[in-house]
């Protein structure tokens, strides 16, 4: 049986590296918290949150997400393929921010993290070894 590359996977872990070496400004200018989104009605409000679950700020923070993302994210998207995986990471991330938003609307601390995409590969690799026992 031949494998499929993580395309989708690779692209997302160069997104999530790339951008934890923007500047410590920079990266703070690109978050965006519940409040500023509540309030602000803007796509690019949604774009700003939706990149922030690609940032980080410690290491440990992107290892830790990393090391999950990159084992859970090449089985699910052997199995699955490359256009499903990319939906349910971008589910993934906009469900963690409706949750978010919705469970602490008026917060001023910023989004952070990619804890969202990884619930979602972690949900999906659940779903898929059920179904295969």
């Given amino acids: 049986m031949q494998t499929k590359q993580p395309y989708v996977v690779f692209i997302f872990t160069l997104a999530f590296v790339t951008l934890f070496f923007l500047p410590e400004e920079t990266?703070?200018?690109l978050l965006t918290?519940?409040?500023e989104l509540v309030y602000s009605h803007t796509?690019?409000?949604f774009g700003k949150a939706l990149l922030s679950g690609f940032m980080h700020i410690k290491l440990s923070h992107l290892l830790g997400n990393l090391?999950?993302?990159?084992?859970l994210?090449?089985?699910v998207e052997e199995r699955l393929g490359h256009l499903k995986t990319l939906l349910l990471l971008l589910c993934s991330g906009i469900g963690a921010l409706a949750l978010h938003v919705g469970h602490m609307p008026f917060s001023p601390v910023k989004f952070l993290g990619a804890s969202g995409f990884v619930f979602g590969?972690?949900?999906a690799y659940v779903k898929l070894i059920k179904k295969t026992s």
């Fill in 67 to 71: 090391t999950l993302f990159v084992l």
């Fill in 27 to 29: 990266k703070y200018n």
């Fill in 43 to 45: 796509w690019s409000s």
């Fill in 33 to 35: 918290s519940p409040l």
């Fill in 73 to 75: 994210g090449y089985i």
């Fill in 121 to 123: 590969l972690l949900a």
